[in-house]
């Protein structure tokens, strides 16, 4: 079955780092686009960034970009997110998402979230 | 960036209620259009993918239509499980972008 777990979450102060981590299993990790989603509280998803199997090519929201990094360790079948510049709007659940089998674009799995928590 | 607009924000039903929530795409995106489920608490979970196949494991309660610009989710008879949020999303071009939701309540 399909796993993923993600961990790193927690409280940083505004300007902060953080990097999430996701831990997959159950398929074949190098083969799938993967992404980042995430959850204000109380709000809607939102798109974070997304990454190719192969690591070559990485895609970034406005809201991140030049912020955050996305990366993988297809050996380790664990995916990244490197957020610096931390601000209280990036507050959520951040979830990671792997792409689905049949070219759609959707994300067919997901994890059960980590919550960022940026405040002073 | 494509905007999507999901009708109503929320709603509610009965169990046993026949429940379609509509979702509209600011310009033609095929059937590049998915549905996802969210449970209070818990991670979304795609239903629909390409406007109207069912994922595998998904009740057949749950169907989807439309291209272009206009999408449907139709749940036949509303299950106590199936209260929750469902948000459309757009994967026709980068980023793929969401619906803002919409709630399905207990009446």
């Known amino acids: 079955d399909v796993q993923l777990l993600e961990s790193g979450g927690g409280l940083v102060q505004p300007g902060g780092s953080l990097r999430l981590s996701c831990a997959a299993s159950g398929f074949t990790f190098s083969s799938y686009v993967m992404r980042w989603v995430r959850q204000a509280p109380g709000k809607g998803l939102e798109w974070v960034s997304s990454i190719t199997g192969s690591g070559a090519s990485t895609y970034y929201a406005d809201s991140v970009k030049g912020r955050f990094t996305i990366s993988r360790d297809n050996s380790e079948n664990t995916l990244y997110l490197q957020m610096n510049g931390l601000r209280a709007e990036d507050t959520a659940v951040y979830y990671c998402a792997k792409d689905s089998e049949d070219g759609s674009g959707a994300n067919g799995y997901w994890g059960q979230g980590t919550l960022v928590t940026v405040s002073s | 960036d494509i905007q999507m607009t999901q009708s109503p924000s929320s709603l509610s039903a009965s169990v046993g209620d026949r429940v379609t929530i509509t979702c509209r795409a600011s310009?033609?995106?095929?059937?590049?259009l998915n549905w996802y489920q969210q449970r209070p608490g818990k991670a979304p979970k795609l239903l629909i993918f390409?406007?109207?196949n069912l994922q595998s494991g998904v009740p057949s309660s749950f169907s989807g239509s439309g291209s272009g610009t206009d999408f449907t989710l139709t749940i036949s008879s509303l299950q106590p499980e199936d209260f929750a949020t469902y948000y459309c999303e757009q994967t026709y071009i980068s980023p793929g972008t969401f619906g803002q939701g919409t709630k399905v309540e207990i009446k």
């Open positions: 390409a406007a109207s």
């Open positions: 310009q033609s995106i095929s059937t590049y």
